[in-house]
C-alpha cells in the first residue's frame, strides 16, 4: 500500500496492490472484503444499532458529523484489466441494508484452484473520533486499526465446504483475517512520529514538509500504525527481539515496568509455548486524549493504559501488557478464528496472563495487588469473573461470538482460563506445557479449530494419565467446551457413631449440586493425624463414604488438591468437625472481630 494522511480531515488516501492465491480447490467467482470504518459511518450500522448508541461509555445519539469514519473503494480493478469491477455491500448475519462492513466483488476472471489474483484499489478511509479502539483525538492523535479494504479468508468450513469467511463487523465480535506479506509506504506531516506493525524499515524527509516511513511486515493478518507529534520513543531488545515503545512523556517513570512486562512475557511464552517468530514487537501507551485507542492487541503490535503516579502496588498495568502480548501468539501467531470460536484466543490469553503474573509478580495470592494490606492474584481475579457470572447457563464457551448471550467477559475469558486451569493441575505442569507446545508447533500460521486442541488433549491424555485422570479430562472438554453444565461439590453432612466394638463409624455424604459431573478426589483426615486418600470416580447427585476407623474423623475435603478451578463454590468443598478444647476460644475471637468491624463502620457514619 501507498498511503497518505491529511492530519487535518483525519483522512488517509491509498492505493492497494493485493495478491491472493487460490489455495482451494474450488473456482472462485468473487471475493468478499471487510470494511470495517463504516461500522463507524453512522447510527444505521449493525454495530452501533447493537451498542444501543453507547460504545465504550460514549453516547452516540448527538455525534456530530465529522466525528463519524468511514471507507470508500473508489477505484478496484484486476491487474491488466482496465474495467471496474462491480461492487456490492452484503449483510449475511441480520440482512440489516444500511451496514457496510463488508463489500461482495464480482471478478471478471475466476480464479482456479492453484491460480492467483492481483487487485488493484484506490481507497480513502476517514477516522471516526476515537471509538472501539480505532480514531483521532486532539493534538493530531491518530490510530488506524481495522482500516483499509481487507480481505476475508477463503476456506473450508467444519462441514467441508468452502467459501469466503468473511463476517459483518457487530458488537462482541473481533477479527479474523489471512496470512500474508504487508508492504506499506505511509506518509504524514513531518511532525508525526509514527510507529507500526512489523518492522519499519527507512524514514525519508521530503522537500514538501512531510515524511515517508516504510513498513514490513511478513506472515501476519493485519497491520495497524499509529501517528502522534507528541509520543517518546524508547527502545529495548530481549533474546534477539526488537522492543519499541511510543509513550507519552510524563509517563516516563512507568517505562521500566512496561518493558519489563514485555520481556517478561518473552521469556515465559518462549518457554513453555514456542518461540516469537517475529523480530520486533512494539506497544504503545496512548497519551489520556486517546486512552479509547488502548487495552488492545494487533500483529506484533500492541496497547496499554496508564497513568501518572500509577501505583507500583498494583499490577493491573503489567497485567494488561502482558494479556495483550499473550494474544500474539493466539490472535496472531495461530490465528484462530475470534469472530467464531474468541475462547480460542481472549480464554487462552487469559490463561497465561495469570500464569505470567504469578511467576514473575507474586503467587497465587498477591500478584496482582499487594497494597495496603490488601492482596488479590490475577488468577483469583479471572475465577471471580466466572463464579460471579449472572448467568453461567446463557451460552457455552464455543458459541459464535455474534450468538453469545449474557457475561461475555465472564464465559469466554474466565471460564475458559479455568478449564485450562483444571486441565493443568489434573495434567502436572510437565505434561500440560509439553502439550501447549506440541499445539503451538502444530498449528502455528495454520487457523486452528477447536478440534485441533480438544483432539491433542484427549490423545496426550490418553497417553501421560491414569484412567481416573483421563476421565477427569474428558469430563472438563466434553461439559466444559459445549454444555452449559456447572460444577458444585459439596460435602452435605458428616455422621459419626461409635460401634459395639469400640470402633468409630463417620458417614460422609457428598454432593454435586448443579448438573457438571466429573471424578473428584475425596480426602479424610482423624483425630490422630491419619488420611485416607480415595475418590468418587463416577459422581452422581449424591454419594456416602462410610469408614471405620479407630479415630475420629475431624476433616472431609474434596478436591484437596485443588485441581478442579471450574468449582463455582469452593467453601462448601470440606467440612471440620469442632474437636478443640479451643473451639470456644475461637469463637469469641470471631466475635470480637466482627464487632470491632461493626463499630469501626459505624464511626465512619458518624
Known amino acids: 500500500m501507498n498511503l497518505s494522511l491529511d492530519h487535518n480531515t483525519k483522512t488517509v488516501t491509498g492505493t492497494q496492490q493485493i495478491e491472493w492465491i487460490n489455495n482451494s480447490p474450488d473456482t472462485v467467482y468473487q471475493v468478499e472484503m471487510y470494511m470495517y470504518l463504516n461500522a463507524f459511518k453512522d447510527e444505521e450500522s449493525s454495530y452501533i444499532r447493537g451498542s444501543i448508541n453507547n460504545v465504550m461509555g460514549q453516547d452516540l445519539s448527538n455525534k456530530p458529523e465529522e466525528d463519524w469514519g468511514y471507507i470508500r473503494l473508489n477505484s478496484i480493478k484486476e491487474e491488466g484489466i482496465d474495467k471496474e469491477l462491480q461492487q456490492r455491500y452484503i449483510q449475511k448475519l441480520d440482512n440489516n441494508p444500511k451496514d457496510q462492513s463488508v463489500v461482495q466483488i464480482d471478478l471478471t476472471n475466476p480464479i482456479a484452484p492453484g491460480g492467483s489474483l492481483v487487485l488493484l ?179 506484533t503490535f500492541i496497547t496499554g493504559g496508564s497513568f501518572y503516579g500509577f501505583p507500583k502496588g498494583v499490577k493491573s498495568l503489567e497485567s494488561l501488557i502482558v494479556h495483550e502480548f499473550c494474544h500474539q501468539y493466539f490472535m496472531g501467531i495461530l490465528a484462530n478464528n475470534e469472530k467464531e470460536a474468541p475462547w480460542l484466543d481472549e480464554g487462552f490469553v ?88 506440541i499445539y503451538f508447533k502444530n498449528n502455528q500460521f495454520t487457523h486452528p479449530r477447536k478440534a485441533d486442541f480438544a483432539v491433542l488433549v484427549k490423545n496426550i491424555a490418553s497417553l501421560e494419565l491414569s484412567k481416573f485422570e483421563f476421565n477427569q479430562v474428558l469430563s472438563l472438554l466434553n461439559l466444559g467446551l459445549d454444555s452449559t453444565a456447572v460444577c458444585d461439590y459439596a460435602i452435605s453432612t458428616v455422621v459419626s457413631t461409635i460401634a459395639h466394638n469400640g470402633s468409630i463409624i463417620s458417614t460422609i455424604t457428598v454432593e454435586q449440586l448443579e448438573d457438571f459431573y466429573i471424578p473428584v478426589d475425596l480426602r479424610f483426615t482423624f483425630e490422630d493425624g491419619s488420611t485416607i486418600d480415595t475418590t468418587w470416580a463416577q459422581p452422581t447427585d449424591l454419594k456416602q463414604f462410610i469408614i471405620s476407623s479407630e479415630s475420629r474423623l475431624l476433616t472431609a475435603e474434596i478436591d484437596p488438591y485443588h485441581k478442579l478451578w471450574i468449582d463455582v463454590n469452593l467453601n462448601n468443598n470440606s467440612y471440620t468437625i469442632e474437636s478443640s478444647p479451643f473451639t470456644v476460644f475461637k469463637y469469641f475471637n470471631r466475635a470480637v472481630y466482627w464487632t470491632q468491624n461493626l463499630m469501626q463502620i459505624m464511626s465512619f457514619l458518624m
Open 121 to 299: 484499489t484506490e481507497f480513502i478511509s476517514k477516522l471516526p473520533r476515537t471509538i472501539a479502539r480505532v480514531g483521532f483525538a486532539e493534538n493530531d492523535f491518530h490510530f488506524f486499526v481495522h482500516w483499509y479494504p481487507k480481505l476475508g479468508v477463503y476456506e473450508s468450513d467444519e462441514s467441508g465446504v468452502w467459501g469466503w469467511n468473511c463476517h459483518q463487523f457487530l458488537q462482541r465480535m473481533e477479527f479474523y483475517g489471512e496470512f500474508g506479506t504487508y508492504d506499506m509506504t505511509i506518509t504524514t506531516a513531518k511532525h508525526m512520529k509514527v510507529g507500526g506493525s512489523g518492522c519499519r524499515t527507512t524514514q525519508d524527509d521530503n522537500v514538501d514538509g512531510t515524511t515517508t516511513y516504510h513498513f514490513i511486515a511478513n506472515d501476519v493478518i493485519d497491520f495497524a500504525w499509529v501517528a502522534y507529534p507528541d509520543f517518546e520513543i524508547h527502545t529495548d531488545n530481549w533474546n534477539g527481539v526488537d522492543i519499541e515503545l511510543f509513550y507519552p512523556g510524563h509517563h516516563k517513570s512507568l517505562v521500566p515496568r512496561i518493558i519489563g512486562a514485555v520481556k517478561n512475557s518473552l521469556e515465559f511464552m518462549e518457554v513453555h509455548v514456542g518461540t516469537y517468530p517475529y523480530p520486533k514487537i512494539t506497544v504503545m501507551d496512548p497519551p489520556a486524549l486517546g486512552m479509547r485507542s488502548g487495552f488492545m492487541e494487533y500483529p
Open 350 to 437: 487469559t490463561f497465561f496472563e495469570d500464569n505470567v503474573m504469578e511467576a514473575y509478580y507474586g503467587d497465587e495470592d498477591n500478584s496482582l495487588v499487594d497494597i495496603l494490606g490488601y492482596r488479590i492474584s490475577n488468577s483469583a481475579k479471572s475465577r471471580d469473573e466466572y463464579v460471579g457470572m449472572r448467568n453461567r447457563r446463557a451460552s457455552v464457551i464455543t458459541e459464535k461470538s455474534w450468538k453469545i448471550k449474557g457475561d461475555y467477559k465472564g464465559l469466554i475469558y474466565a471460564k475458559t482460563s479455568m478449564i485450562l486451569r483444571s486441565l493443568k493441575h489434573i495434567m502436572g505442569d510437565e505434561v500440560f506445557y509439553r502439550m501447549m507446545r
